[in-house]
C-alpha cells in the first residue's frame, strides 16, 4: 500500500523521522512497493534509505549523518 502524504505514514515513522527523512521514508516505500511484492521488504528497503542519510544519536534522536 503506497503512502500518498506524510500523514500517511505509520506512527512510527511520522512521531521519530525529522520531515525530511519521512519524505526518503515515503519515496523510498513507495518505490519499493512497486517492485516487490511483500510490503515487509518495502518497509526494510525504506528503513535502509533513510539510514543512509541519517543516524540515530545518544538520546535516540533520528540525526542527519
Same mark, same amino acid.
Given at each position: 500500500m503506497p503512502y500518498n502524504t506524510l500523514s500517511d505514514l505509520p506512527e512510527s515513522v511520522r512521531? *521519530?523521522?525529522?520531515?525530511?527523512?519521512?519524505?526518503?521514508?515515503?519515496?523510498?516505500? *513507495?518505490?519499493a512497493s512497486d517492485e516487490y511484492d511483500e510490503e515487509e521488504t518495502a518497509f526494510k528497503v525504506a528503513w535502509s534509505a533513510v539510514k543512509q542519510k541519517y543516524k540515530k544519536n545518544d538520546n535516540g534522536n533520528w540525526i542527519k549523518k
Open positions: 512521531d *521519530n523521522l525529522p520531515h525530511h527523512a519521512q519524505e526518503i521514508f515515503k519515496e523510498a516505500f *513507495n518505490s
